[in-house]
């Protein structure tokens, strides 16, 4: 089974923190994304990774930045914490080609800002 | 982008087949379209994927029409288990190539489905 795994499922910080998201999947997977989670506001994605180093931004990337120096993981990085942060974080990944859309998800990490 | 709509919830009784419809009018030639099943506390998981007439498989069956603007996720029999949120995405992964959805896989807003006893 494909695993995805992140790093921590709940977080508490405080404002102007700088926070660190790690996710980590084993299938060998060229894809990674990180999206958060918001009610009513469903999934909406911060950044996307199709490859070591190369990093895409998403629909709403502004207040985070991503590193991704190895294949297998992919980290979300929030410089300084706002509480409009507040979320459900999920990472995913998948095959460059294929099966295209088939994400596999991580359980989420879920960040409290103070 | 191709931008989904889909209802914001729907209810049901066990045994009885729940049809979930998703607008995409927006779609792009080379987007799939895949739907997601989600628990409380669990990330997404993948129910079925299509990109045109009609796929099957053992928990689902998808409907596309020949436009592609929309697209009909159908549960049989759906039991209390099958309460969850389930996404409609729209999208396709490939080799970067300018003007492409390439990587930019847009979720709905989901659609809540309360299953009755």
């Known amino acids: 089974d494909v695993k995805v795994t992140q790093s921590s499922r709940y977080l508490v910080k405080r404002t102007g923190e700088k926070v660190f998201l790690e996710c980590v999947q084993d299938?060998?997977?060229?894809?990674m994304f990180w999206y958060r989670q918001d009610p009513g506001l469903g999934l909406r994605l911060i950044y996307f990774s199709y490859d070591v180093k190369m990093k895409e931004k998403g629909d709403i990337p502004e207040g985070y930045s991503v590193s991704r120096e190895k294949k297998e993981r992919f980290s979300l990085i929030l410089e300084s914490a706002s509480t409009n942060q507040t979320s459900m974080y999920l990472c995913?990944?998948?095959?460059?080609?294929?099966?295209?859309?088939?994400?596999?998800f991580g359980e989420g990490s879920r960040l409290t800002v103070l | 982008l191709a931008k989904t709509t889909q209802p914001i919830s729907m209810d049901s009784y066990e045994g009885q087949e729940v049809n979930i419809t998703c607008s995409h009018n927006n779609i792009a030639t080379n987007d799939y379209i895949t739907w997601y099943q989600q628990f409380p506390s669990q990330g997404p998981r993948f129910i079925i994927q299509?990109?045109?007439t009609k796929v099957t498989n053992e928990v689902a069956s998808l409907f596309i029409p020949a436009d592609r603007k929309s697209s009909t996720l159908s549960l049989p029999r759906v039991s209390l288990s099958d309460t969850a949120v389930y996404y409609c995405?729209?999208?396709?992964?490939?080799?970067?190539?300018?003007?492409?959805?390439?990587?930019?896989?847009?979720f709905g807003q989901g659609t809540i489905l309360t299953v009755h006893p």
């Open positions: 995913a990944s998948s095959f460059l080609t294929g099966r295209t859309g088939e994400l596999f």
């Open positions: 299938m060998d997977h060229e894809n």
């Open positions: 299509g990109y045109k």
């Open positions: 995405l729209v999208g396709g992964i490939g080799m970067p190539a300018g003007g492409t959805s390439y990587g930019k896989l847009t």
